[in-house]
């Protein structure tokens, strides 16, 4: 699904592609259209919606925020109904208007034991419908209409994770945006008039310059100096920065204002600011009111921050982009809150009012019929030639049956035949069982005669050895299967030392027990001369090459 945020200014015209699906969001495509003087916004709004290579097939603007108010409620009680009828009684006590003359909608941002906690945006239905019928002049037909506030909330929410509020500046060119931010939802939001016109007209009366000359100089040339940094400027630039500082200082107070609000509402400090729009990338803004409020300025990377892709914007492209990027992603739900949209209702988008008639569509219900008798024939031919197949797969799969298990009775071929899982476990029972059978019947590839085959080949002949003892395997006093215990007469120490080298060849981790003196074998013949003999026995764990393998 593509989705388009459209943020109207009065400088320019911003639109975000956002391409969603599945609960998966990515950015496609940005667009800026210059606003001309004397030419409509919305003109150039519906002209550049013309340009898209594809049309969108959703549409989403926002509500001025001067003509809208938001609370935050919560309301004891989970249910629904209660939830609206709670909200409705709320409205009415506290606005100063007639339940019939506004026009709300809310969300649900958490619901804790027993209760329901909203954001609830108001406006008067005069100006929704003026709104709507404003855009529909120049066909612009919005899926929906939110408000600024819940479009920063859902982009906050996407990027940032912070316990402290959180305030964004977003300047424009005739005026700011204050939005505060907490714990995923909308604190606070004013619109103030103060912009960048506001420096470029303080730039004119000083130089005594055309407007279209300030702004360019701004554009250009345009900085202000923080006060530690005044000493290193030459006089020239101290008066120019002078200029646009003293024009700075109401922003500066609304700040302010909207931070001691935020600390009244949340009992918190605010902990960042981050600053969009064309006018925060003059050089040293950031700066300036750093040091004068004290918290840290940060600028906002609107679109950089939600690529998924990984690419990375301008810091112009981040900066003005951050509303339509934000109008983008409210209707992306990326998160399970229900966005908020004015268009509902009997503000509802709604589709051309031309009737019916039978005759225009008599054609096509006459082409759909026929399709949908060749479809049923075709579905019936199917079933009977499948049907068919399966009899005779029926057919082959009994006599497989009964040549596996031989004697089997009719009911016994039924009841495997009707049940799978039965007739596995009794192939897989037989299939065990001869496998068994072959353990036994077959040859044992670990033979101790194997062993001892290999044993005998890899003594040298030069080596004189007597072996008395042979244990591979378990045994009624060894119940390990991987032990060998060879025991050996010799009659020269030495010889117990060449031997373990042999035998290390074939048994891993050997181990030599004590040299034993042992008698002389009872018939062994020594030529009449005394000779002394030693026992050996040594112990380890076969490898597979010793049986031959």
Same mark, same amino acid.
């Given at each position: ?26 950015? *496609?495509? %940005? ?30 603007? %926002? ?13 004891? @009680? ?48 005069? *100006? ?20 600024? !506030?819940?479009?920063?909330?859902? *982009? ?89 500082? *003293? ?56 679109? &950089? ?11 112009? @492209? ?158 009624? &006093? ?39 003196? !042992? ?19 040594? @112990? ?10």
């Amino acid at each position: 699904m593509r989705i388009v945020g459209i943020d109207i200014g009065s400088h320019s015209i911003k639109a975000v592609e956002i391409e969603s699906a599945f609960g998966r969001y990515e950015i *496609h495509e %940005y667009h800026e259209q210059k606003t001309v003087p004397n030419e409509n916004p919305l003109h150039l709004t519906r002209k550049l919606l013309e340009s898209l290579k594809r049309k969108p097939d959703k549409l989403c603007i %926002y509500l001025p925020t001067h003509l809208i108010t938001a609370r935050n409620l919560t309301i004891p @009680t989970r249910d629904k109904k209660a939830v609206l009828a709670a909200i409705r009684f709320e409205l009415e006590d506290e606005l100063p208007f007639e339940s019939d003359d506004i026009a709300f909608d809310y969300s649900i941002l958490s619901q804790p034991k027993g209760s329901t906690h909203t954001h609830v945006a108001i406006t008067l239905k005069k *100006h929704l419908s003026d709104f709507i019928e404003t855009l529909k002049s120049d066909a612009i037909d919005p899926d929906q209409i939110t408000t600024e !506030a819940w479009s920063y909330r859902t *982009h906050f929410n996407r990027v940032l994770q912070t316990d402290k509020p959180i305030l964004l500046v977003n300047m424009g060119k005739s005026k700011t945006t204050l939005y505060i931010h907490h714990q995923g939802e909308p604190i606070l939001i004013r619109e103030v008039l103060w912009g960048g016109q506001n420096l470029t007209t303080a730039i004119s009366e000083k130089y005594n310059i055309p407007l279209d000359q300030a702004e360019q100089a701004k554009l250009d040339h345009g900085f202000v100096i923080p006060s530690s940094q005044v000493q290193e400027a030459t006089p020239e630039q101290a008066v120019f920065s002078e200029t646009l500082y *003293h024009a700075i200082q109401p922003l500066i107070w609304e700040i302010r204002q909207s931070i001691l609000t935020s600390k009244k509402i949340t009992q918190m400090n605010i902990g960042s600011i981050y600053v969009s729009g064309g006018t925060s990338l003059l050089p040293g803004l950031s700066r300036v009111i750093e040091e004068n409020i004290r918290i840290s300025v940060k600028p906002v990377r609107a679109l &950089t921050s939600v690529s998924n892709s990984g690419v990375t914007y301008s810091e112009h @492209t981040d900066a003005s982009f951050m509303l339509a990027t934000a109008l983008g992603l409210s209707m992306a739900k990326i998160d399970k809150s229900t966005p908020i949209n004015f268009r509902k209702g009997e503000f509802g988008k709604r589709g051309g009012g031309r009737s019916i008639q039978i005759k225009n569509i008599k054609k096509p219900l006459i082409g759909t019929a026929v399709v949908t008798t060749c479809m049923l024939i075709s579905l019936f031919t199917q079933t009977w030639v499948y049907q068919s197949k399966l009899k005779d797969v029926d057919v082959q799969l009994e006599r497989s049956v009964k040549n596996f298990f031989g004697q089997l009775s009719p009911s016994a071929a039924r009841t495997y035949l009707t049940s799978p899982s039965t007739l596995r476990t009794a192939i897989n029972k037989d299939l065990n069982k001869q496998r068994e059978l072959a353990k036994l019947l077959g040859p044992n590839k670990y033979s101790p005669l194997n062993f001892l085959k290999t044993i005998s080949t890899q003594i040298p002949p030069g080596l004189s050895v007597d072996m008395i003892g042979f244990q591979v395997g378990a045994s009624a &006093t060894n119940t390990d299967e991987n032990k060998a215990s060879l025991t050996f007469l010799i009659s020269d120490q030495k010889v117990a030392d060449q031997l373990n080298s042999v035998l290390t060849r074939t048994i891993e981790k050997i181990q030599q027990e004590p040299t034993l003196e !042992a008698k002389t074998p009872t018939g062994m013949k020594t030529d009449g001369a005394p000779k002394r003999f030693w026992k050996v026995t040594f @112990t380890g764990s076969p490898t597979e090459e010793s049986y031959g393998n």
